[in-house]
């Protein structure tokens, strides 16, 4: 093997860059915009060539040898106590590979975008510090070689998430949005917080890899699994389970799912950045990384608990979301709760067991799911901050860069066949789903989310780019810098089909080992299963049109869907509900339990304590009528005899520092008298 | 006939001036002359000792006069600009003025 | 050292070093008393050159009359009141303490002197004080103390100003 | 008093007695300079033995010019040994006395000469002749005001301290000449060859702040006060960026000794650069530093406001007349010669000749020619650059030419451990530039130079 030295340096330098910017644009005056943004985008640029060197690296690597898969670790003791030592690591493997590439150039488009976008705010630079924060905290998190490292990264994203999110602390609901999604995600959090404590306490390591002796590698798993806990269940399980939730919480799973259609409050750009590209994915990665806990059962034969968990979650979210986004009227929350979809398909697969199809799905997702937001972002900068697609429409005339970028997006998000890499992706998915064991319920599920998509999306497109313009301004086509990142996305979003396809499934032997062969007649190999999906796409799309297309659509007026079925329609509108459920349960009984703390603090305690400062009160009174008649007396005849020698004692002490220094010498005097003659 | 004993006499006499100095007589600044005068004999005591000493290779005596010369330019410095600072507040520079901590 | 020239040499320097010592401690002007003490020190000085210590010598000079001596003079300027002459009470009675516990060290340290017979040993006549050698033994052996002597002057440099600085409350 | 017809006798006699009661400290030296020519002479001429000895002293001497006034020496101190039959310690005595009137009459002529120069020079700078009636070119102009200094009246202000008023223009005079016995003139003619010969000077140079001191106070008045007190601020804050200057030199030629100094820029560079610390970049810019630290060291232009005659009229020097007040000016030139030498000795190559082929010129001469072009240099800044202001002038010392003596010094270590070559040359020249630069920026936003506004007719 080549001499891998330089690895864990380059490792180090990719978040350590964007961190550096932060640091610098903190510091600076917040006055220094182009340097801000300079800096930010230099080092992201950096940062994007450090990782296509690793990538190239492993590839080449993963080349040589056949099975296995290139993986290296590299760990360090970040402190001692007494004889154990915690220990931090950078990981690299196919998986951060794959994603360190697309983070930092998805990061990095968007920084780019951002120039253009956020030209006109006046906390440009402080946008910027931001970004290349949560670009330092998502690098770091996808490099760690640790639970704790990533957990670290992990709150440090959430906290740039929180901090972008309320960008615009002016608006009240921005500041909602950004304490909303920090609450739901802590609360996930904690799982994975308690997770991985009660991993270390068990394993004492945090490692992931550590030649033998890291937490997802064999032996750990063999007394992970053997050992039981409450009810029975393997620790492994629990140890998984708890990991989920903070990786539900991050990527919107359902029930955690609320706060991110909330979250695109927040600058355009970071919605694309954070909540769609890169941020919620960390759920997923962190479910990918730590794959083999999850999978880790006594029995091999058996479906891990833990998984069939993530695939129930992950097949309802992408239902249960899809189905929302149906009836909105944000551009942005329509991404949003797809958004939320997708990443359900992404646990799914990865529920499944479809490691490389779930990460696939991630990466293809990210590339047009930050077109797709970035064109909306176009979209909303032309129409001169609207939002609602019922005052927008005909805007193909007016934008048509955006027109073309957002139908490629549009198309890879509903998967049209072949040359969309959702297509591929979604494929896989199916396909996984087809042959699960257990259940063929996430089967049909999946197959209604992708109906379902299909239509939402057309639903959008014939709102925003057909008809006739409703809107009050003149819409216009975005600058250079913004759709430039649109174009280099959009050829993203179509190329990346090429690596994943059945004929040459290059991807999924690069994340799982094993050699690529090309095969053409692959494609074809489940062609039902296709078929059934094109045929899915198809409908969808084409009610969408039905439903939206054919006819004039108004500002005020009840949507296509309302007509034909109102209740349903005001349903999904509302979300479901989930909110106002959260709103009457959750909430509520903290309230009550407010109150109630409330009452007893004043009732109860405050009464028990004024009774004891009475009978207080009481004892010391009479004190005081003893200590004045009795002591004092005494006391004072003694003190006054004292005062009176003691002030012919200070006489002696005059203040003079001459009188001092003369009996100071006598003494020395005397000393050395006595000292060398007596 | 010049001998070590002759110059710890000299600094001997110095000293005691000095002393006096800083005992009798009614000016801060001369009782910080006195304190220089004291310092200095003892540095040419330390020259006298480390001249007529068994080990004058080492040093010793020398270096620590050196030291002895910078320290007292700082305590000189320190002490009258203190004594500036008593004088703007008391309008004296009398010691038996500067007694407001007596008993 | 006991050439005839030397002898002079230490006579008359140690004559002007007593007298300039007994005029800065005594006299009633009390800039002719700072001026003495220059003189004092210029006396000093020339004993540590007679003694073989040219480099202590000269610094002698450059620190203390070029420098500390000069700074009394300021400080006397600085603190003459407007209105008296620059004059102090002369010897009074009591001023008696003073002399006598003052005679009273110099008896003790001149019997001890007188008392210890071992003092009197004859040296060979050493080198003179080779810079090169206190150089090295500066940057060597008493690097610390050289540092920390660094620290003080610096302590004591911005004190000063800062004593000296005409605060905002004063004046 | 009004002279009569009656008085013939004591009318011729008088005017010798009023100079004589008058001015006792001018007949003194007067008689004192008469007496040692008049015994000298006889002596000479009582006593002429073995003139062999004396002949062969002259031929030693003029065979070889470069060691002309050592040898002439020796061959004098031979004469008296054998001629005279002189005891060890006369010899001693004579040949101090010697080195001391040599160094007299040479300092004496370049003083006397100097205080010509300075004057033809500025008028000549202001579009004016100077002085030109006493003599060709007005040559003798120097006896004049010597003569007119001596016959002055001595006036000692009432209230004045009379022993510091008197012993002032010594004190200053004094350390102003020691500095002349250390200075080494030529190979071995240094006349005191001192180990700790820098800080001899500089210990000196300290010793005069004291001078100006008794001579501000002794004056019993305001503007002798406040022109000394601003005087020796000055001396005292100049006297470091002056030291800062020469220590990189001892650093580089690891000597306190001015001998030792010299010998070390021997040498040529390609056979025609002379080795001199001043064409190297820290010496450059410790020149510099060190002359213009010596301009304000001996209070000349534009350094020259303790003595500001528009606000203090003449500073310390107020109240003194007639001989003391030649005896300042004494040592004040002096002082700029003295301190010239030593800039000659530190940067300049001392007594080395400045091209190889000119090394058969006396070193001597070399040093003189050195010393009075940094005369001239200080006579023609004297009438170029306008007098500083009070502010400028600490601010200038402190936060400007501190800090680069400090990076001078560090230049010359780095140059000293870059070994002097072209990386030597850039790291030094880059880290004397760039405090350089920054610090002139600080000074020049700090004190602004803007137009001098005249106001002639307000108040």
């Given at each position: 093997m080549a001499d891998s030295s330089w690895i864990p340096y380059l490792l180090c330098l990719i978040p350590l860059l964007p961190l550096a910017a932060a640091g610098v644009t903190a510091l600076a005056r917040p006055s220094r915009r182009r340097q801000a943004s300079i800096l930010t985008i230099a080092t992201l640029s950096v940062a994007f060539v450090l990782a296509l060197v690793l990538f190239v690296q492993v590839v080449g690597a993963g080349g040589g040898e056949a099975e296995a898969v290139f993986r290296r670790s590299f760990n360090f003791t970040w402190f001692e106590f007494g004889a154990s030592s915690l220990r931090l690591g950078l990981l690299l493997d196919p998986l951060n590979a794959g994603m360190l590439v697309m983070v930092s150039f998805v990061g990095l488009l968007i920084c780019i975008y951002s120039v253009g976008y956020m030209k006109e705010d006046a906390n440009f630079a402080r946008f910027f510090g931001f970004l290349a924060l949560f670009s330092f905290a998502m690098l770091g998190l996808l490099v760690a070689n640790s639970l704790l490292l990533l957990f670290i990264c992990w709150e440090l994203v959430g906290l740039a998430s929180y901090l972008l999110i309320g960008f615009w602390y002016q608006k009240p609901a921005a500041v909602a949005a950004s304490r909303k999604a920090f609450i739901t995600t802590r609360i996930g959090d904690l799982g994975l917080f308690l997770g991985m404590i009660w991993l270390y306490s068990e394993s004492g390591t945090m490692l992931f890899y550590d030649g033998g002796a890291g937490l997802l590698e064999a032996s750990s798993l063999t007394h992970l699994t053997t050992t039981f806990t409450i009810g029975g269940m393997a620790l492994s399980t629990a140890t998984a389970l708890l990991i989920f939730c903070g990786a539900a919480g991050k990527s919107g799973q359902f029930p955690l799912h609320v706060w991110l259609p909330d979250a695109m409050e927040g600058p355009t750009p970071v919605s694309a950045l954070i909540h769609a590209a890169t941020m919620v994915a960390a759920g997923v990665f962190l479910v990918a990384r730590a794959f083999p806990l999850f999978a880790a059962s006594a029995d091999p034969d058996v479906v891990s608990t833990a998984l069939q968990v993530v695939t129930w979650v992950g097949a309802i979210t992408a239902v249960f979301a899809a189905c929302i986004a149906v009836a909105q009227t944000d551009i942005k929350r329509i991404l949003a709760f797809s958004t939320i979809s997708q990443l359900g398909y992404m646990m799914l697969a990865l529920g499944l067991g479809g490691i490389s199809a779930g990460i696939f799905h991630l990466i293809a997702h990210a590339f047009f799911k930050a077109l797709l937001f970035l064109g909306a972002g176009s979209v909303i900068h032309g129409c001169h901050d609207v939002q609602d697609i019922r005052r927008m429409g005909g805007l193909r005339r007016f934008m048509p860069l955006t027109f073309a970028t957002y139908a490629v997006g549009m198309m890879a998000l509903s998967g049209f066949p072949f040359l969309f890499s959702g297509f591929w992706s979604k494929e896989e998915i199916l396909h996984l789903a087809h042959v699960w064991p257990v259940s063929s319920l996430p089967f049909y599920l999946a197959l209604f989310g992708a109906f379902l998509t299909a239509f939402y999306m057309t639903r959008q497109m014939a709102y925003v780019f057909f008809g006739s313009y409703r809107g009050s301004h003149s819409p216009h086509e975005s600058p250079g810098v913004m759709t430039v990142p649109l174009m280099l996305l959009a050829t993203g979003a179509v190329l990346l089909s090429l690596i994943a396809t059945p004929a040459w499934s290059w991807f999924h032997h690069f994340i799982e080992g094993g050699q690529t062969h090309f095969e053409m007649a692959a494609i074809f190999e489940g062609w039902g299963l296709m078929l059934l999906s094109i045929v899915l796409v198809g409908s969808g799309v084409g009610i969408g049109w039905w439903l939206y297309g054919r006819q004039v659509l108004t500002v005020d007026g009840p949507d296509a869907l309302e007509q034909k079925v109102p209740r349903l329609y005001q349903a999904l509108a509302q979300r479901l509900y989930v909110d106002e459920f959260y709103e009457a349960t959750v909430i509520r009984l903290q309230r009550m339990l407010a109150c109630l703390a409330e009452i007893l603090e004043r009732r109860v305690w405050a009464g028990a304590v004024m009774l004891v400062a009475a009978a207080f009160r009481a004892v010391s009174r009479l004190s005081r009528n003893i200590d004045r008649s009795f002591f004092n007396g005494g006391f004072d005849q003694g003190c006054s005899s004292l005062r009176g020698s003691g002030g012919r004692v200070a006489r002696w002490q005059n203040g003079d520092i001459q009188t001092y220094l003369g009996w100071i010498g006598s003494g020395v005097v005397l000393l050395l008298i006595f000292f060398a003659w007596l | 006939m010049i001998s070590l004993p002759i110059f710890l006499i000299l600094s001997a006499i110095l000293f005691s001036l000095g002393l006096f100095a800083v005992l009798s007589r009614h000016s801060m600044i001369l009782l910080l002359i006195g304190v220089e005068l004291m310092l200095a004999s003892a540095n040419l005591n330390f020259i006298a000792f480390w001249r007529f000493?068994?080990?004058?290779?080492?040093?010793t005596g020398a270096l620590f006069v050196l030291f002895s010369i910078a320290v007292a330019a700082a305590e000189a410095a320190v002490g009258l600009s203190l004594i500036l600072l008593i004088y703007r507040h008391l309008r004296s520079t009398n010691p038996k003025d500067v007694n407001s901590l007596h008993g | 050292m006991n050439s005839l020239s030397e002898i002079i040499a230490f006579l008359l320097i140690s004559s002007l070093t007593l007298g300039a010592a007994i005029a800065a401690v005594g006299l009633r002007n009390i800039v002719h008393c700072g001026l003495s003490l220059a003189v004092f020190f210029v006396g000093v000085a020339g004993l540590y050159l007679l003694l073989g210590a040219e480099f202590i010598g000269f610094i002698q000079l450059l620190v203390y009359v070029g420098a500390v001596a000069v700074l009394i003079m300021f400080v006397i300027l600085l603190t003459r009141p407007e209105d008296e002459a620059a004059k102090l009470p002369g010897l009074r009675w009591r001023q008696l303490p003073g002399v006598l516990i003052a005679a009273g060290v110099f008896l003790v340290i001149y019997l001890a002197i007188m008392r210890s017979p071992s003092l009197l040993r004859d040296v060979p006549e050493p080198a003179a004080l080779s810079i090169q050698a206190v150089g090295e033994a500066l940057v060597s052996g008493h690097l610390l103390a050289l540092m920390a002597i660094g620290v003080l002057l610096t302590a004591a440099l911005i004190g000063a100003a800062l004593f000296a600085m005409e605060g905002e409350d004063g004046k | 008093m009004l002279p009569t017809e009656t008085q013939p006798q004591t009318q011729r006699i008088r005017p010798a007695l009023n100079f004589a009661a008058r001015r006792p400290w001018c007949t003194l030296a007067l008689l004192i300079a008469a007496a040692l020519v008049v015994g000298t002479g006889v002596l000479f001429l009582l006593n002429l033995k073995a003139p062999g000895l004396l002949t062969a002293a002259l031929m030693d001497a003029l065979s070889d010019p470069g060691q002309a006034p050592v040898l002439l020496k020796q061959g004098l101190l031979n004469y008296l040994e054998n001629g005279w039959s002189f005891a060890p310690w006369m010899l001693e005595l004579t040949s101090i006395f010697m080195v001391i009137g040599t160094l007299l009459a040479v300092f004496g002529v370049i003083f006397a000469l100097t205080s010509l120069v300075e004057r033809k020079v500025l008028a000549r700078i202001q579009n004016r002749f100077g002085p030109n009636r006493v003599g060709p070119w007005g040559l003798f102009q120097p006896l004049a005001d010597a003569v007119k200094m001596l016959i002055k009246e001595d006036i000692v202000p009432t209230g004045a301290d009379k022993v510091l008023h008197l012993l002032a223009p010594i004190i200053m005079l004094v350390p102003a000449l020691l500095v002349l016995a250390i200075l080494p003139y030529g190979p071995g003619m240094a006349p005191i060859e001192l180990g700790v010969g820098i800080l001899f000077f500089f210990a000196l140079g300290a010793t005069t702040e004291v001078g100006v001191f008794m001579a501000g106070w002794g004056s019993n008045n305001k503007y002798s006060l406040i022109g000394a007190m601003r005087s020796i601020a000055q001396m005292i804050s100049y006297e470091i960026p002056l030291f800062l200057a020469a220590l990189s030199v001892v650093m580089l030629s690891g000597s306190l000794s001015p001998d030792a100094i010299v010998s070390a820029q021997s040498g040529y560079a390609f056979s025609f650069v002379p080795h001199w610390f001043v064409f190297t970049p820290w010496g450059f810019a410790g020149f510099v530093l060190f002359f213009t630290a010596a301009l304000a060291e001996s209070n000349r232009s534009p350094f020259d406001l303790p003595e500001g005659e528009s606000e203090l009229v003449a500073g310390h020097m107020t109240e003194y007349s007639g001989f003391k007040y030649a005896v300042f000016f004494m040592a004040e030139y002096i002082g700029l010669l003295g301190i010239c030498g030593f800039a000659v000795a530190l940067f300049l190559g001392g007594w080395h000749a400045p091209l190889p082929w000119l090394e058969w010129i006396p070193g001597y001469l070399w040093f003189f020619i050195k010393l009075y072009s940094l005369v001239l240099l200080a006579i023609w800044v004297r009438g170029t650059v306008p007098r500083m202001r009070g502010d400028h002038l600490m601010g200038f010392a402190w936060k400007f030419m501190i800090p680069m003596g400090f990076a001078i010094i560090l230049a010359a270590a780095v140059w000293h451990y870059a070994g002097g070559g072209v990386l030597g040359w850039v790291a030094s020249a880059v880290i004397v530039l760039m405090p350089y630069l920054a610090l002139g920026r600080v000074v020049s936003i700090q004190y602004p130079a803007s137009r001098r506004v005249y106001r002639f007719s307000e108040s």
């Open positions: - | 000493g068994p080990h004058p290779e080492a040093m | - | -």
